[in-house]
């Protein structure tokens, strides 16, 4: 299985500042289609996973521009410039390129 | 507009089975896998497997080979999954995602006697 690992474990952000939260692979991510199936998720409390990056640097539909996704091959990095209240929650990497789907451990966003 | 409609909480006993359901609309329910994601309290995701409602054809992650079982109708849009000897250890919030891009609001189920 791909081991996807996360970090940091959690962050404390003023508001208004910028965050990166990094994960990496260990197998690469890269298809031989040129797309690296590396995605970003953000979990506010009691509610689902919403799809924040896809495909390793794609905007989700709805999501602000202040979040961006980047990296290689095994490693890879979403950055939050601006943060916000509404940003606060728990950040996932998961990979897709092949069964079993993984996933990070997770790094919780929180406001100082 | 896509939505998932999950199956509400379920209370069961240790040793019995359970399944939930997953009611699609907004798309071609045949068109897309239908995946599934265990998250035990305060933690992470697990993926369990996928089904492609079209055939039915599942795949499954090696752990849950032998607890969880994928269904489909298409006669309903609802995709269904069944859990099996329910252990302390099944105790989790449960999602259905259509590619990991839509997901429904989960199904908390608990195992308690």
């Known amino acids: 299985d791909i081991v996807m690992t996360q970090a940091p474990l959690s962050v404390s952000v003023t508001p208004g500042e910028s965050a990166s939260i990094s994960c990496r692979s260990s197998?690469?991510?890269?298809?031989?289609?040129?797309?690296?199936?590396v995605y970003w998720y953000l979990q506010k409390p009691g509610k689902s996973p919403q799809l924040l990056i896809y495909r390793m640097s794609n905007l989700a539909s709805g999501v602000p521009d202040r979040f961006s996704g980047s990296g290689s091959e095994t490693d890879f990095t979403l950055k939050i410039s601006r943060v916000e209240a509404e940003d606060v929650g728990i950040y996932y990497c998961?990979?897709?390129?092949?069964?079993?789907?993984?996933f990070g451990g997770g790094t919780k966003l929180e406001l100082k | 507009e896509v939505l998932l409609q999950q199956s509400g909480a379920e209370l069961v006993r240790p040793g019995s089975s359970v399944k939930i359901s997953c009611k699609a609309s907004?798309?071609?329910?045949?068109?897309?896998?239908m995946h599934w994601v265990k998250q035990r309290p305060e933690q992470g995701l697990v993926w369990i497997g996928r089904?492609?409602?079209?055939?039915?054809?599942?795949v499954y992650a090696e752990k849950f080979k032998s607890k969880a079982t994928l269904t489909a109708d298409k006669s309903s849009n609802t995709a269904y999954m069944q859990l099996s000897s329910l252990t302390s250890e099944d105790t989790a919030t449960y999602f259905c995602t259509r590619g990991f891009a839509y997901w429904g609001q989960g199904t908390l189920v608990t195992v308690s006697s």
């Open positions: 197998k690469s991510l890269l298809h031989s289609n040129g797309i690296t199936y």
């Open positions: 089904i492609n409602p079209a055939n039915g054809n599942t």
């Open positions: 998961g990979q897709l390129l092949e069964n079993p789907r993984t």
């Open positions: 907004g798309y071609t329910f045949t068109d897309y896998y």
